[in-house]
């Protein structure tokens, strides 16, 4: 488990985004941060290895409200990134789903920034980001 858990970062994250200055962007960014830990809770949980998987699942029996945020630490966030950005978790609002495009690229950028994960460990998932990003952007809507 990593030092701060993805709660923390997601919270600091979205804390340092500069989206709080239009009221339509705030509840846009809103939208998006509760869809990605939903996702992560309910998608990314499944793709989690053995271990990590049973780590989970420890949690869970002490009954916790959002396990995966509360274990799960910055290198599993970053990983999940690529598939929330899968034409199935696309957001299906036009606007909504550039945010979360927007939101997941910069997300991949600033865990690497702030030196929350490994650089060179992590580099893959931030190229396969960059590159669901790029494939979200001419998906068509749902």
Same mark, same amino acid.
């Given at each position: 488990?990593?030092?701060?858990?993805a709660d923390?970062? &997601?919270?600091?994250?979205?804390?340092?985004?500069?989206?709080?200055?239009? #009221?339509?962007?705030? &509840?846009?960014?809103?939208?998006?941060?509760?869809?990605?830990?939903?996702?992560?809770?309910?998608?990314?949980?499944?793709?989690?290895? =053995? /271990? $990590?998987?049973? !780590?989970?699942?420890? $949690?869970?029996?002490?009954?916790? $409200?959002? #396990?995966?945020?509360?274990?799960? =630490?910055?290198?599993?966030?970053?990983?999940?990134? #690529?598939?929330?950005? /899968?034409?199935?978790? &696309?957001?299906?609002?036009?606007?909504?789903?550039l945010a979360?495009?927007?939101?997941?690229?910069? &997300? /991949?950028?600033?865990?690497?920034?702030?030196?929350?994960?490994?650089?060179?460990?992590?580099?893959?998932?931030?190229? !396969?980001?960059r590159a /669901?990003? $790029?494939?979200?952007?001419?998906? #068509?809507?749902?």
């Amino acid at each position: 488990m990593d030092p701060v858990n993805a709660d923390i970062v &997601l919270r600091r994250f979205f804390a340092a985004s500069g989206h709080t200055r239009h #009221p339509e962007s705030l &509840l846009r960014y809103e939208r998006v941060q509760d869809h990605l830990r939903a996702y992560l809770e309910h998608v990314a949980a499944t793709r989690l290895t =053995g /271990a $990590e998987q049973e !780590l989970l699942a420890l $949690e869970r029996q002490f009954g916790t $409200e959002d #396990p995966y945020v509360k274990v799960m =630490g910055a290198r599993q966030l970053l990983h999940a990134l #690529p598939e929330f950005l /899968a034409p199935p978790q &696309l957001l299906p609002d036009f606007h909504d789903r550039l945010a979360q495009i927007s939101v997941a690229s910069r &997300l /991949a950028q600033w865990l690497c920034s702030r030196q929350l994960v490994q650089r060179d460990d992590s580099w893959h998932d931030v190229v !396969l980001t960059r590159a /669901a990003a $790029e494939q979200a952007r001419r998906s #068509p809507a749902r």
